[in-house]
């Protein structure tokens, strides 16, 4: 398989994203599938049109997308974005949208095409915490989240598709629960119940 997995730069004055050192050091060791990794800019406007050049270039066949959650203590699976921008700071080119719609006349909400409950019983059964969530807030994270099912509900051929939050990590933060490794083996654990969930479909 042909996977692309994003995350994005760092934010709200804060010199690190847990999701730019997770891809900066990950490494998946299946020879047989391509993990293609790109970082996005953090700003509101430019989202869809990096997301859109990443999937001209890469085509994949599975988009995972990654966000860092600075209050979680777990691997949040994403289950619903919304077509709402509310923004409680503003993003990395000092935009801040309060009560605006992503998309103009769009619906309200899409919901993740990858195979949430059997990450979530992998990563379990790995004693990696984690949780299925309904709110990916209204920041950048559930922005892209909805652009990317937004661009891929107009697809003829729709490849699975969903945004995970990660926690901090001790790197970050010496009181965080997870560790680089941790989220590494997570990302690892992540991917291969999707190659496996798509191999049955």
């Given amino acids: 398989m ?11 004055g804060h010199d690190t994203n847990v999701t730019k050192i997770l891809l900066d050091n990950f490494k998946y060791e299946n020879q047989n599938h391509m993990i293609h990794k790109v970082i996005f800019s953090t700003t509101f406007d430019t989202l869809r049109s990096e997301l859109m050049n990443a ?14 959650h600075a209050r979680a203590d777990a691997i949040t699976l994403e289950r619903v974005a919304i077509n709402f921008d509310d923004a409680r700071i503003p993003d990395n080119a000092g935009i801040q949208p309060i009560d605006l719609p992503i998309v103009d006349n769009g619906v309200s909400a899409y919901f993740s095409h990858l195979p949430l409950r059997s990450i979530e019983s992998a990563l379990k059964d790995k004693n990696i915490p984690v949780k299925i969530s ?8 559930n922005h892209l989240f909805y652009v990317s099912e937004d661009i891929q ?13 990660i926690p901090l990590i001790k790197e970050q933060d010496e009181r965080a629960l997870f560790d680089l490794e941790t989220i590494k083996h997570a990302l690892t654990v992540i991917i291969d119940t999707c190659i496996k969930a798509s191999s049955k479909s």
């Fill in 134 to 141: 309904y709110s990916a807030g209204a920041f950048v994270c």
């Fill in 55 to 68: 999937l001209v270039t890469y085509n994949p066949d599975l988009l995972i997308h990654l966000g860092e």
């Fill in 2 to 12: 042909n996977i692309l997995i994003t995350g994005f730069m760092p934010f709200g």
């Fill in 153 to 165: 509900s107009q697809r003829k051929n729709r490849i699975p598709s969903g945004f995970i939050h």
